[in-house]
């Protein structure tokens, strides 16, 4: 379940920490946290500090699961427990080497034996989007390689206001012309207080009628003023229920596209063995 989302501040994070949370009941499930350290919440939500991180994970050598499952933090929640791979060094220690195709997250996950894999992207996907169609090399984004995963199931971030719808309606129509899996995608309207505004009553209604599925998350003041490290995070009744609308909604767009019970997915294939010349 790549995260996604067209601008900055549309709850990325904040989506993909509480869909882990409900997923964690039925599916051994991971955050992949793919932004830069410095403007990530990621290592303080997990006290991630604590476990040895993306840096202990180089991506051009072979990992074994247990080295794998030993970098990721657990996060504790009523659900069930689970992992999450960051970077929780030092602040000022040099940026990782990070890969930035898709398909190597997925291969980690799946070395790392985890069920679900839930991927806080950092990536605006309107520009990434038009920045490929325009491209002469025939590049791909990185939107469309998430998305065309096996078993993906998106989920399109945005803020309930009217800057955040307009993002958000312009990337459904990137994704649109780009052929990209509009029905097994989920969006997430965020931050509405009380009955969503007008705007975002709008944009649901036309949404839903060309996605799987439209979420309202209604703005939490604990989160907004704490953020989801406390032990258990004080998230609010609507906001826990919501929460479960969204894993259900993302159930529901797997089955429908992919079968019901869900099948195993691709394992990628292995390394060839390395050719070590006789002494």
Do not use: K, N
Not at 98 to 104: E, G, S
Not at 134 to 157: I, M, Q
């Amino acid at each position: 379940m790549p995260v996604l989302a067209a601008a900055g501040g549309s709850a990325r994070s904040t989506v993909a920490h509480l869909l882990a949370d409900e997923l964690a009941e039925v599916a051994d499930t991971v955050v992949f946290d793919l932004a830069p350290r410095l403007g990530s919440p990621w290592p303080t939500w997990t006290g991630a500090a604590q476990a040895a991180g993306l840096a202990a994970l180089p991506h051009d050598v072979p990992l074994t699961r247990a080295q794998i499952r030993a970098a990721a933090a657990v996060r504790r929640a009523p659900q069930g427990d689970w992992d999450v791979l960051t970077d929780g060094r030092e602040w000022s220690a040099a940026p990782l080497a990070l890969p930035a195709p898709a398909a190597a997250w997925y291969q980690l996950a799946a070395a790392g034996g985890w069920q679900a894999l839930v991927a806080d992207t950092a990536h605006p996907i309107a520009h990434d989007l038009l920045a490929a169609r325009c491209a002469d090399d025939g590049a791909s984004s990185l939107t469309r390689a998430w998305c065309e995963l096996p078993f993906a199931v998106p989920v399109l971030c945005a803020q309930a206001t009217a800057d955040g719808v307009q993002a958000l309606q312009q990337a459904v129509m990137l994704l649109h012309a780009e052929g990209l899996p509009l029905q097994r995608t989920v969006v997430v309207l965020a931050g509405s207080d009380g009955r969503p505004p007008a705007v975002a009553r709008a944009a649901a209604t036309m949404l839903s009628a060309r996605t799987s599925a439209v979420v309202h998350l209604p703005h939490d003041a604990d989160i907004r003023a704490q953020g989801l490290q406390a032990e258990p995070a004080r998230i609010r009744t609507r906001t826990r229920q919501a929460a479960r609308d969204l894993a259900t909604a993302v159930l529901y767009a797997a089955c429908q596209a992919f079968g019901d019970p869900l099948p195993a997915a691709p394992q990628p294939a292995p390394l060839p063995p390395a050719h070590v010349p006789a002494v």
